[in-house]
């Protein structure tokens, strides 16, 4: 499939994808700078709380006057969502309760829904998908930005008949930046507040990449995605390099950190006294797969794959991420080559997750029965999101 010859059809035909995007913050305005050098693509309309900051982001990844001109800026989400000329919704607002608003208002109305906000993924991702399949529309993580670049290289093995044993992202972590906080993040990232600024960069959410509560929320979106287990006692960000991400992302049975296989985790770029880790993968991402029998092992062997000791388990990663900058292919893979929904549990399996999670946060049977009730896959009535 070439997208690239497809979306030039669309352009050519004068049928591009016309997306509506929601949340005109940094990752919006990465996405926006992409969007003329699109053929195929169109934004129709940006939801902002304040338009005219998402005129001035437009303006500041070179968007020209006309194609200004010709987009609709508006306050609501809702009225994005609504907007009949729209095919597919981008939410990238960071607010949970916005976020699940949109998406339900974008399901109902028969379009498919890409999620930024990982804090609404997290909070019900797996119910919106389930949503989305039953209203025939398509539910997904935002290619680009690390949970669904992981989730992209376990369904990869998983197709090609490997077992997952670990999938995860690296970051810049150490215990003491749990104590950092948004007045002092930007020396931690080598930026002035004043670059920052100029940037479109949100302290409290670069703060957040810091202190491990990112990592957290991503990481149960993978596993609520993919199916991958949690560890019992959190994140361990274990220092650690590329080459050695089969050796220490495995379970401890076999040598590895992990508490059995088949889990997520998060690896640092850091030594624990500072110090860099060789060849390390903090932009990007990873999963560590198991060689299903001895053939396949040699093959890791034969063809360069860094393994560990016993040449069973050998990992792939993409050392970076681009997030808005790469959104537009995935919008254009489910308008035009197909669904890329990642959430692909099914409604029993869906209804057995929420339940161990409420489970596990400690919440009340009839508080779990109501969440489960409350995304029964029938007609969703259209939220009020204003």
């Given at each position: 499939?070439?997208?690239?010859?497809?979306?030039?059809q669309?352009a050519a035909?004068?049928?591009?994808v016309?997306v509506?995007?929601?949340?005109?913050?940094?990752?919006?305005?990465m996405?926006l700078?992409?969007?003329p050098?699109?053929?195929?693509?169109?934004v129709?309309?940006?939801?902002?709380?304040d338009?005219?900051?998402?005129?001035?982001a437009c303006r500041?990844v070179g968007?020209?006057?006309?194609?200004i001109?010709?987009?609709?800026?508006v306050?609501?989400?809702?009225?994005?969502?609504?907007?009949p000329e729209?095919?597919?919704?981008?939410?990238a607002?960071g607010?949970p309760p916005?976020?699940?608003?949109?998406?339900?208002?974008?399901i109902?109305?028969?379009?498919?829904?890409?999620m930024v906000n990982?804090?609404?993924d997290?909070?019900?991702?797996?119910?919106l998908a389930?949503?989305?399949r039953?209203k025939?529309?398509?539910y997904s993580?935002a290619?680009?930005?690390?949970?669904?670049?992981?989730?992209?290289?376990v369904?990869?093995?998983r197709?090609?008949?490997?077992?997952?044993?670990?999938a995860?992202?690296?970051?810049?972590y150490l215990?003491a930046y749990?104590s950092?906080?948004?007045?002092?993040?930007w020396?931690?990232?080598?930026?002035?507040?004043?670059?920052?600024?100029?940037?479109?960069?949100n302290?409290?959410?670069f703060?957040?990449f810091l202190?491990?509560?990112k990592?957290?929320?991503?990481?149960a979106?993978?596993a609520?995605?993919?199916g991958?287990?949690?560890?019992?006692?959190?994140?361990?960000?274990p220092p650690?390099?590329?080459?050695?991400?089969p050796?220490?992302?495995?379970?401890r049975?076999?040598?590895g950190?992990?508490?059995h296989?088949?889990?997520?985790?998060?690896v640092?770029?850091?030594?624990?006294d500072?110090?860099?880790?060789?060849?390390?993968?903090?932009w990007?991402?990873?999963?560590v797969v198991?060689?299903?029998n001895?053939?396949?092992?040699?093959?890791?062997?034969?063809y360069?794959?860094?393994?560990?000791?016993s040449?069973?388990?050998?990992?792939m990663y993409?050392?970076?991420h681009l997030i808005?900058?790469?959104?537009?292919?995935?919008?254009?893979?489910?308008?035009i080559g197909?669904p890329?929904?990642?959430?692909?549990l099914?409604?029993?399996e869906?209804a057995a997750?929420?339940?161990?999670?409420?489970a596990a946060?400690?919440?009340?049977?009839e508080?779990?029965e109501a969440?489960l009730?409350?995304?029964?896959p029938?007609?969703?009535?259209?939220?009020?999101t204003?």
């Amino acid at each position: 499939m070439n997208l690239h010859r497809l979306l030039q059809q669309r352009a050519a035909s004068g049928k591009p994808v016309r997306v509506g995007l929601i949340g005109a913050g940094k990752f919006g305005s990465m996405f926006l700078n992409q969007v003329p050098t699109m053929a195929g693509l169109e934004v129709s309309v940006i939801a902002d709380l304040d338009p005219e900051r998402a005129r001035n982001a437009c303006r500041t990844v070179g968007w020209e006057a006309p194609r200004i001109a010709r987009t609709r800026f508006v306050a609501s989400g809702a009225e994005a969502c609504a907007d009949p000329e729209v095919e597919v919704i981008v939410e990238a607002t960071g607010s949970p309760p916005a976020g699940i608003a949109h998406a339900r208002a974008t399901i109902a109305a028969g379009k498919h829904i890409v999620m930024v906000n990982v804090e609404a993924d997290v909070l019900a991702g797996p119910l919106l998908a389930g949503e989305a399949r039953a209203k025939g529309t398509v539910y997904s993580l935002a290619y680009g930005d690390q949970p669904a670049l992981t989730c992209e290289i376990v369904d990869w093995a998983r197709a090609c008949g490997f077992e997952v044993v670990a999938a995860g992202k690296g970051t810049k972590y150490l215990p003491a930046y749990h104590s950092v906080t948004p007045d002092e993040v930007w020396g931690h990232y080598g930026l002035t507040p004043e670059e920052a600024k100029r940037g479109g960069m949100n302290p409290q959410m670069f703060n957040s990449f810091l202190d491990g509560t990112k990592s957290a929320i991503e990481m149960a979106a993978i596993a609520n995605a993919t199916g991958l287990a949690v560890p019992v006692d959190g994140l361990h960000f274990p220092p650690c390099g590329v080459d050695d991400l089969p050796q220490i992302l495995r379970g401890r049975e076999a040598g590895g950190r992990l508490e059995h296989d088949g889990m997520v985790e998060v690896v640092s770029c850091l030594e624990r006294d500072g110090r860099p880790v060789f060849r390390d993968l903090r932009w990007g991402v990873y999963a560590v797969v198991k060689a299903p029998n001895d053939y396949a092992r040699t093959c890791f062997k034969e063809y360069g794959l860094k393994t560990d000791a016993s040449g069973w388990y050998a990992a792939m990663y993409k050392p970076y991420h681009l997030i808005g900058l790469e959104l537009g292919m995935f919008i254009e893979r489910h308008e035009i080559g197909g669904p890329g929904d990642f959430a692909r549990l099914s409604d029993d399996e869906l209804a057995a997750r929420v339940e161990a999670d409420a489970a596990a946060l400690g919440l009340p049977q009839e508080a779990t029965e109501a969440l489960l009730l409350t995304f029964q896959p029938t007609e969703p009535s259209e939220p009020d999101t204003e």
